[in-house]
């Protein structure tokens, strides 16, 4: 079974769906099978794979039972649209909604070892369908003043996953996005979060540019686009790896 990871945020701007995109580039890079979910009705990281904005089935699809998560896999990646924002407002008057996803994990996933899932940047129903199918979460985090407070009260909605309906869900890390470590605002953000949350804060941290928008709009992995800046994600990489205890399939 692959290792699936939730990756969230308390809100947008986080450069959690950058993550995403370049650490399943790392990943692939590595020779990890990886599958990337995109579970945002905005569908930027579907955009960001340049994926057909007419791509069917996606995501909604599957959670509306109309088709199989293996039949939504276009490139190793399942897309999403605004139609999941429709899907999303059907699940909450479904008999136990927060395990669909799961369920349809359950299926379709066992030609990979990883499988990324892009959370929208809410902490509603979605999100919590994703930390139920999910074995870690990942959490990304701004570098400013209200990043403790971002982080805090994703803890809290993974703490209610955990109580309720995933005992097993464990936090990865806590990565520092949109940082300038050179500045005393960056340097203080990682600070309380490492005071507050220790060892679940990750080493890496990857440093801020208006290049991540660029590679972005050329739909182009910024590993390709600025590979100074793509070491960033690939010491994140094998930060992951080694919490993962990761062993490559043979």
């Known amino acids: 079974m692959p290792h699936t990871i939730a990756v969230l945020s308390q809100k947008g701007g986080t450069g959690k769906t950058t993550t995403v995109r370049t650490l399943t580039d790392a990943l692939r890079r590595a020779q990890v099978r990886t599958l990337a979910i995109d579970l945002d009705p905005q569908g930027n990281l579907s955009d960001y794979f340049d994926v057909p904005p007419d791509a069917q089935p996606t995501i909604a699809d599957v959670l509306a039972g109309q088709n199989k998560l293996s039949e939504a896999i276009h490139a190793d990646v399942v897309p999403a649209n605004l139609s999941l924002a429709e899907a999303e407002l059907m699940l909450g008057g479904k008999m136990g909604r927060e395990l669909t996803l799961r369920r349809a994990l359950a299926k379709g996933t066992a030609d990979y070892d990883v499988v990324l899932i892009d959370c929208p ?38 703490d209610l996953a955990r109580d309720s309906l995933n005992p097993s869900l464990s936090v990865l890390g806590i990565v520092l996005n949109l940082a300038d470590m050179r500045t005393v605002h960056s340097r203080e953000a990682l600070a309380s979060l490492r005071e507050s949350f220790g060892e679940k804060v990750l080493d890496s941290v990857i440093r801020s540019s208006i290049a991540y928008a660029e590679s972005a709009e050329r739909a182009t992995s910024i590993l390709d686009h600025r590979p100074d800046l793509g070491a960033d994600y690939l010491a994140l990489t094998q930060e992951l790896l080694v919490r993962l205890d990761y062993i490559p399939s043979t």
């Open 121 to 158: 940047p809410s902490l509603g129903l979605l999100t919590v369908n994703a930390l139920v199918a999910a074995d870690y979460a990942l959490i990304t985090a701004e570098a400013q003043y209200f990043a403790l407070q971002g982080v805090e009260q994703a803890m809290e909605v993974i």
